[in-house]
């Protein structure tokens, strides 16, 4: 019956469909880190939906709040018109997230999905600045709408445009090329007359691409990066959909490095329970938008509204944080000892907080594990340009046993995947 | 109180804000064709979010639905991986909709905002042919992100854009040009090898032009247009995000003319209770994406999958649409009367179905008729470049009294506009 | 020996080339009107270098002016010095072609070609206004690097950029659709705020298109358009590379319109001898140039100054002209009475001046008779999109005579290829 | 009267004319290594017209060639036609330049000067690899017109196309960011994935950048980078307008470096005596052009072609580059004495060949020396983003006597102006 299931997709559904392709089963129901099929098998979720599911599936006290609000009728679709479920959504993360923080932005709702934030933000870069370049980064990720995809760095995604990709210059991320800070090549465009790079609206960056093969920015790199766009009157946009919510272990990904960008963008996981949201932070005196210069049906969101504001409960007090720092550190390790036990692998561990992955330099190994760990019941995928990593994004909720079953599962599947390369090599 | 409320989003909100300044209210209920604020007035819903609540707020069947879904912990965020909810939802959707009209389409994904699908389809129709431009027209609105901002007539969201748009090429929309057919210049271009217009990939057009002013085109412009695409093998992509799910009086807007589109957008209503969907629907053999060559987040948002599911049900037989077009007569000879009883409004009445409005040749008297039904507790908007129509979007599914009660406040607004009028001029 | 000639350019000049494809002789001396081959073959010139030799060739004055200068060793080439070969032209370009005429324009030397005029053009409007955009025309021609080519019609040459050509939006030329003032268009575009047309930076247009068939825009469509772009405060180009400097039958050919444009373009003739220079003619309050930013090398070429000086000697009183118009009004009988005489080649005498021609709209006719004519030893050359107009172009100082061969050349092809057309019939 | 005829140029002339500001004087003649002004003011020319005049001025051979061509009413202007003049040229570049050197290339002519050769050169990459990119390099300097602009690194001079320019990808010249070699920076961004940066159809690059700082690519990493390119499949375009026709002490300036570029663009100095004249080289198997595809008014100016053939003859041995590198031993041994003598200048010496000069990181100093250089009768410009450069352009025809007289004066502004320096600081 599933295989009748997954034939339904295969019909009626756009060749453009792919993670069923890498997950074939048809699932229906969903719980914290667990999943489950239509036929009953029960899955371990370390993908958490590319990070739009920090808080795992169906959070029981998101789920009261959600279905008490749809018993009461209350409004479902609102554009960008007042409701009660947005104000009070907006009034607590300004005390529970912005203010602890010494944060002070403008909310924009751009639109419910990543894609959306980036837009905006890069619309109103260029609004403030009167310029037109964005400078992105290589690896970097933001988006599949024109001008998101503009600024993101994998190739295959930017064929897809059909068009030249303009107004964008692309600068090396940290660690890019080897022994260089590859910041000095960034100040060296910027400060020469002659360099052909025209004095960017903006620079949009990700602390650890998600995407991009899990790639980390140091912090002194960050720093040093707030600092050149400061100088510069460039503005500093950090797109924090995937990296942002929790996931390196802070709310924002940028609170380690101790930055404050012009504008943010969230996602993701900022609603709490799955459902499209997004949030553009705008520095106050950037705020220059006219009213609807940006704007989009499914702006007000309200369902979305009150699991994101059930949701922040979380970051009342730093509990959370707390566990999710400890058990990113029994992750780490975990990750760390797997790439020595398993030479073969030639893996390298990356990654922050719950952000993390091993890159394999064997061509396709990655992809093997995947598909080792889904046959034995765990959800993960790869990532990077030539999907060279494979990515542990467990719910930041998980409990101690479902980390462990997960582990465990991942090191059965690199295990089998070396057995079957050691094989391929005698 | 409310008015505390309403400080909340000025202080906290970005001033991109629009719909809450026009409708200064903090709304938190809403059933069927009314919606309550924070003090317990009600209002009549002439606007249903644009087009996206075209079955009313909060439909009991799709209601129960969504409940039952979420209290059973059906999954609520899946990416593109299959599940039940949305093999249910395809399958329906093949059944109720796409067979009963011999259409043949794949469905794809591709995010869940109507620019999404349009910035899906452009990308597909520069992929299937190889070329880089898109004939737009003139007053078309197609969405905010770069790419589907670029097919967009309205120059202040242009604009808002900050670099030029480019391979686009306007063209005429009906009736753009009086005494002319625009279709002879379209062609023009077309064939002469000097015009200076590249072969564009696709043509994208809406039947009815929502935000454009409530623009019709004409069924033989239409049926005229299709043909000149075939000959010069340009795909045909019909926008029906506004026009489409009933809002014209059938459940694509380009049944009338019997045209059968190459691509199709949809989104707003699709997903019944006003929660975030967009399908693309694309003729099998343009299918020719590579998995994942357009990708997004929120592709997956099973709770829309849900209630489009339900929603798909008013579909089944033909009872539905034929009181949409009993009622739809009703407005229009309501308008129609309008235009004679106030002729210093200047008006002309326009649209088809549920997709109606007056043109007012007066500067500004649209905005002060909406304002003024607003004060009265009913919910309009204005459209056109220059906001020069007023704009009746009514749930499909209000019934008598409620189309009764709102018509009277339009003429009231009228009404009070046109002596404010008077006195100005006396 | 011409066949071992020809050979050296099939051997080892590029494919690019073009008219030593239709005129298969090697060339070495000219004098007026007439051009001898190698092998000592006289031809009757009705091409006059594509507009570059209004004056014939090797004009006596200006070819001993020229020699005087070499042997006494004047400079040369100088940038953008000032020398005296300079300073006298500016003088005399100013006593006898501009103040006579009222018009009041700053000089610039842009490089020496109609494209570098063009392009310098082009951003100085971009400049003077803020705006990216540029009004080009349907069958407009002006140049081959990016910027020109942007603004130019023809699809061929467009298609060799090799990538879209942006920042420019194409409207339709006098007569571009029948029964319609196509100016119309120009305006519903202009005025409506939803028409996707951002207010360009300038409208480019030629008062004959002389690449683009011998398209002839009217007088009032002239003045039209150059009250629409005061108006607009669009600046109004007028390319004058080919219809200038007297071939439409006065100096600059929107003289007749008494319109006063914001730019000129000139080039081609301007030199006199031929020899490569161009001019930009820049009404002086928008001449806010920074110093070079516009450059080239070759923007001081003497040479041309000095026989662009003695060319000037033709304007300094009314005959040049008047034996001008009297040989264009005869030229126009003939090609009405040939288009009478044989009706097989569904002629249509087009063009002002001596910028004439014929449109044949039978496929290929124009080809023909342009190479039945060289083969009789009269050079003439086709013009459109599509080749469908053959074009006379002799020299402004042709005599009696030499036009009457030529003329009696052209009917006599004419003759012979409607004589295969019948055959070809039969 | 040399002050009222500078005026002419002021009331009459563009803004946008530059040298003549920085050499304030009416010039009437030249010969060898000398100008006239018109009050009999002898200079030694250390400038050869950037580069146009690299045999001195008025060359005595060529004047006689020339002259008598024009006496002989040779054909001046031909377009592409076939001529006597240039078959003749055709032939003697490829006996004495392409074959001794091994080198087999189609000879396009694209018009008369350096930006055109470039156009045409990126236009037929990007049509053989059906790529749109094109990689520049920081500093490089191609031209003005929107193609060339796009490619050229000077921010002020790509303000001035007042649009962006697209569909380039700048990377940094060799010696760019100190201590790394570029050409790791560009293989990271060619063989990653997700740099962003498409394959390009070409890299355009000059071997000694002479507009942008008189900087040398070391032979090494022109080695590399022509491999890459190989590997890359991407078109190695080398720009030899400048540092070609002997200036580098070789005929092309890549000899030194043994590489064998795909389309090598010539102009300035290949004309002989300072007409406008340019080649686009063609590896024979990327002759795609189709016929006229590229064209140009100017292509065919028979004067330069006659000059051009002349010039060819200093090439038919050995002894003329032997003496050039004699003489470029002696500039360089003494430019390197004087940044000892004169360290207040902060000064390195920069260049190869004849194309040469000294960096002062002194701000403004080098514009002093040009300045005190020419009131001492010496011609001489700058160079650079910021004009950091003073730069050494002596015809490669001057003899010793002219190179000692031109150097002691240099020396001498030097002097004066490091005095001027200390007086300031004191």
């Given amino acids: 019956m599933s295989q009748t299931d997954m034939e339904v997709f295969q019909e009626l559904e756009s060749e453009v469909r792919s993670y069923c392709r890498s997950f074939p089963a048809v699932f229906t129901k969903a719980k914290g880190y667990k999943v489950w099929d239509i036929e009953g098998n029960e899955y371990i979720d370390f993908f958490s939906g590319a990070g739009a599911l920090n808080y795992g599936h169906n959070d029981e006290e998101m789920k009261q709040a959600l279905v008490d609000y749809i018993l009461n009728d209350g409004i479902t679709h609102s554009l960008d018109m007042a409701t009660d479920a947005k104000g009070t959504f907006l009034r607590k993360f300004h005390e529970v997230i912005l203010q602890p923080r010494a944060l002070n932005y403008k909310v924009m709702f751009p639109g419910p999905t990543g894609t959306n934030t980036v837009e905006s933000a890069l619309k109103l870069a260029r609004k403030v600045t009167g310029r037109t370049d964005i400078m992105s980064f290589t690896n970097g990720f933001h988006g599949m709408t024109i001008g998101s995809l503009s600024v993101t760095g994998n190739l295959a995604k930017r064929k897809g445009a059909g068009i030249p990709l303009t107004n964008v210059v ?217 999907d060279e990593v494979f990515k542990l994004f467990p719910p930041l909720t998980i409990d101690e046993e479902g980390l462990e079953k997960g582990l465990a599962l991942l090191e059965e599947s690199v295990q089998e995947v070396t057995k079957e390369k050691e094989m391929i090599v005698n």
């Fill in 170 to 386: 692309t600068m090396p991320y940290d660690d890019y090329v080897s022994e260089v800070d590859t910041l000095d090549y960034v100040e060296r465009f910027l400060c020469d007359r002659g360099s052909g790079m025209e004095l960017p609206a903006a620079a949009i960056v990700e602390t650890v691409q998600g995407e991009g093969g899990i790639n980390v920015a140091r912090t002194e790199w960050l720093q040093r990066l707030a600092s050149i766009c400061k100088e510069h009157e460039i503005l500093l946009i950090i797109d924090d959909v995937q990296a942002g919510v929790g996931r390196t272990g802070t709310f924002f990904s940028f609170e380690e490095a101790k930055i404050v960008p012009d504008i943010v963008c969230l996602s993701k996981s900022i609603g709490g329970y799955g459902l499209p949201l997004a949030l553009t932070l705008i520095r106050p005196d950037l705020d220059v938008w006219s009213p609807g210069e940006h704007n989009g049906t499914f702006r007000g969101n309200n369902h979305a509204f009150v699991t994101a504001t059930a949701a922040l409960t979380y970051w009342e007090n730093e509990e959370f944080m707390s566990t999710v720092k400890e058990k990113a550190t029994h992750i780490e390790n975990f990750l760390k000892k797997l790439v020595v036990h398993y030479p073969t692998i030639e893996g390298e561990v990356r990654g922050r907080g719950f952000m993390v992955g091993i890159r394999s330099n064997v061509a396709g190994l990655s992809s093997r594990v995947a598909a080792a760990a889904f046959k034995r019941g765990l959800i993960m995928e790869t990532s990077g340009a030539e």
